[in-house]
């Protein structure tokens, strides 16, 4: 148990559909993220957020909508994704971003497969 | 030229067998360097986390960091089929705050 929970664990949707992936951190943490992971090839981060303000989408198609209400939850809205776009979906949290290098704390993850 | 360069392995062991693990890194503002483990189909786990130059040592781990090389590593000694996972470097400068994770290196230790 790590503090971040994500749901759902896995999830399959066809490229027309609409779907969303849920974290909550439980850490008491002011940052959060989300990255990809695919097959052989690094972490990719997608967003963060700082005190529930985006601070960085490092150009993430708009097919990925996040969403931050506050500092305890994070969303990932997904719509008319491609199969390229399968793959596994960290959530992670931070005490905060910047400065002495936070510590990142991961949750379970979410395995999407796009039909 | 990647900013982080990790073996991607598969990385074979007998039990009880030294291994080590490696990274290099262009960036030279790079100043803390982490170690997450990750176990199939689970998210990444913090391992080792250290800042600057210099050695740490944490039970049958060590992570070893010569920023003069921009090498750093991950030790494991008398390895035991639990350590069977993936191994992954991140480090970050303190300006952005931003980690930046190697491939990530498949160890397998074998009974």
């Known amino acids: 148990e790590t503090g971040v929970t994500q749901t759902p664990r896995h999830l399959v949707m066809g490229m027309t559909n609409k779907k969303s992936l849920k974290c909550e951190q439980h850490l008491g943490h002011n940052a959060m993220y989300w990255y990809k992971q695919s097959a052989k090839k690094p972490l990719e981060l997608m967003f963060v957020?700082?005190?529930?303000?985006?601070?960085e989408n490092n150009s993430v198609p708009s097919r990925f909508s996040p969403e931050c209400p506050n500092s305890s939850h994070l969303f990932l809205h997904l719509h008319t994704l491609q199969p390229e776009d399968s793959a596994l979906y960290l959530c992670?949290?931070?005490?905060?971003?910047?400065?002495?290098?936070?510590?990142?704390?991961f949750g379970e993850g979410s395995w999407l497969t796009v039909v | 030229q990647k900013e982080v360069e990790q073996d991607p392995g598969p990385l074979s062991v007998p039990e009880g067998a030294i291994v080590s693990l490696n990274c290099t890194y262009s960036n030279s503002a790079f100043q803390y360097f982490m170690w997450y483990r990750q176990y199939s189909r689970k998210g990444p786990e913090l391992l080792m986390y250290?800042?600057?130059?210099g050695n740490k040592e944490d039970g049958r781990f060590t992570a070893q960091v010569d920023k003069s090389s921009k090498y750093i590593s991950l030790f494991i000694r008398d390895s035991q089929p639990s350590d069977s996972a993936t191994y992954l470097c991140?480090?970050?400068?303190?300006?952005?705050?931003?980690?930046?994770f190697g491939q990530g290196t498949t160890l397998q230790v074998k009974p």
């Open positions: 250290t800042y600057s130059s």
């Open positions: 992670a949290s931070s005490q905060g971003f910047g400065d002495s290098g936070n510590t990142i704390y």
């Open positions: 957020y700082n005190f529930k303000e985006q601070t």
């Open positions: 991140a480090m970050t400068s303190s300006n952005t705050g931003k980690l930046i």
